[in-house]
């Protein structure tokens, strides 16, 4: 008996679409994540959203405007720091000199307009004398060729015992402040609520397109990356170097007397500069800035100074014990290294960056 195949309708292809659109969808966000995960901030990123997160669920003071004025100083002068510092660091050095700068830069400042400067002169004169410290720091670094950690360290010593002998070891009021009424310079310069963070977001947009869209940045990487290749590619690498120690000492000037302004006084207090030392320098490594040079971010710097002044800012609501503070941040900074070098890993692995 023959069977007529004429008369069947054709078989249907039934796919089913669903679940192959998921996964790819599902597929998708994941490699969005990861590559997030894998830029250069993408880690302290994260870190820094969770402990503000976290902070912000367990304290009811954290997330209020007022909470958030009180933790602009712990972060934007320290952003700041951190921005000069990662020039330095992408060259595979390093300015310990910053925090005798910072504490410097307000009682020269002093001096200048107590001598009879007007005040703006005697501004640009104070960040002036600071630019030179980062000169001297850069000439004996790049063109002697001493160590820039011993140099900058000498240099740390000789300008706070400076600054103690010009002062007297005594405070002094900062120079455009007045305790009766904010002044104009005073708003500009520090005391105005949101000014020290106006100055902060400036300079990081301001450096993050001068490290990466300039030939200053291009060079500092390329000495950073490759100092020998470099200085046969044609770039002056002394040069390159000795600029970058003025940046740096230019940003702890500015810090300086815009905490001045801000405190309406200054005290000669070495031991407080060097902690804003480490904060600084702590915040460019956070940030994602390599130590043995050839990378880092400005943008970095920024997010690892919020972290920095968040974890602060919460640890002291929390009423933690002043004992406990410093254990607590250097452990919180291990573990954001930790992540920061895990990602480095597998961002080298996956040939991102």
Request: aromatic share 10%; with cysteine; hydrophobic share 50%.
């Amino acid at each position: 008996m023959a069977v007529e195949t004429g008369s069947q309708p054709p078989p249907t292809e039934t796919t089913d679409k669903g679940p192959a659109t998921s996964r790819a969808l599902t597929s998708g966000a994941w490699t969005l994540v990861k590559r997030f995960l894998t830029l250069r901030e993408g880690s302290v990123i994260v870190i820094t959203v969770l402990t503000i997160l976290y902070f912000s669920i367990t304290l009811e003071q954290f997330a209020t405007s007022a909470n958030f004025k009180t933790l602009l100083p712990y972060f934007a002068p320290v952003a700041i720091l951190a921005a000069g510092e990662v020039f330095l660091m992408i060259n595979g050095e390093i300015d310990l000199s910053i925090g005798a700068v910072y504490l410097f830069a307000p009682f020269i400042f002093y001096e200048f307009n107590n001598g009879g400067v007007p005040l703006i002169a005697s501004l640009i004169l104070a960040i002036l004398a600071c630019m030179v410290i980062g000169l001297v720091n850069g000439l004996f670094t790049a063109v002697v060729g001493i160590n820039s950690f011993i140099t900058t360290l000498g240099m740390l010593f000789t300008v706070s015992g400076f600054t103690l002998i010009i002062s007297h070891a005594q405070p002094v009021d900062t120079p455009g402040t007045d305790v009766a009424q904010v002044t104009t310079f005073a708003r500009i310069f520090g005391a105005g609520t949101y000014s020290e963070l106006i100055w902060a977001l400036g300079i990081i947009i301001v450096l993050q397109i001068l490290l990466t869209m300039t030939r200053w940045g291009l060079y500092t990487v390329a000495v950073g990356g490759n100092r020998l290749g470099a200085a046969e590619a044609g770039v002056k690498v002394r040069l390159v170097i000795i600029r970058n120690f003025i940046l740096c000492s230019t940003c702890a000037a500015l810090v300086g007397v815009l905490e001045a302004v801000r405190t309406s006084s200054v005290q000669p207090d070495p031991s407080g500069a060097n902690e804003v030392l480490f904060d600084g320098i702590s915040a460019a490594v956070i940030g994602g800035t390599l130590l043995a040079g050839g990378s880092g971010t400005v943008v970095g710097a920024l997010i690892g100074a919020l972290f920095l002044g968040t974890l602060r800012d919460g640890l002291i609501i929390k009423g933690v014990n002043a004992d406990y503070l410093s254990f607590y941040l250097g452990l919180a900074i291990i573990i954001a290294m930790a992540a920061n070098t895990y990602v480095g890993r597998v961002r080298r692995g996956s040939g991102v960056g």
